[in-house]
Nanobody, 124 residues
C-alpha cells in the first residue's frame, strides 16, 4: 500500500514557476513508477509527466515539454514536478499517482494509488 500527499500548489502569474512535491509512504515506493496528472474544469484527467522507478526514464505531455520537469528521490520517497513558464491553460488540479510496476507508464487507468490533488491556478 502506498499513500500519496501532494503539496506546492497555489496561484501564480503567467510566466511564473511552481514546484509540486509528492510525499509517499510505504516501503515499496522505489519499485513503483510515478506520474503527475491534472484535471482542468470540464476536462478529463490527463497525464502531465511520468517517471520510471529509478528516474532514468521520463516522458511528458506535448503541452508541457520544455517547461515541466519530473524527478524523484527514492531515498526520501518523494517525486517532484518543476513547472516553469506557466500558462493560464495549465490551471488545473494536479495529482500524483503511483503504479505497481517499475516501468514508465502513460495510461491513466493503469495507476493504482492517487493523492488528493493540489490546485494550481495561473492568472493571465
Amino acid at each position: 500500500q502506498v499513500q500519496l500527499a501532494e503539496s506546492g500548489g497555489g496561484l501564480v502569474q503567467a510566466g511564473g514557476s511552481l514546484r509540486l512535491s509528492c510525499a509517499a509512504s510505504g516501503r515499496t515506493f522505489s519499485t513503483h513508477a510515478m506520474g503527475w496528472f491534472r484535471r482542468a474544469p470540464g476536462k478529463e484527467r490527463e497525464i502531465v509527466a511520468a517517471i520510471n522507478w529509478s528516474g532514468s526514464a521520463t516522458n511528458y505531455a506535448d503541452s508541457v515539454k520544455g517547461r515541466f520537469t519530473i524527478s524523484r528521490n527514492n531515498a526520501k520517497n518523494t517525486v517532484n514536478l518543476q513547472m516553469n513558464s506557466l500558462k493560464p491553460e495549465d490551471t488545473a488540479v494536479y495529482y500524483c499517482a503511483a503504479v505497481k510496476t517499475p516501468s514508465l507508464n502513460l495510461v491513466v487507468g493503469a495507476y493504482d494509488y492517487w493523492g488528493q490533488g493540489t490546485q494550481v491556478t495561473v492568472s493571465s
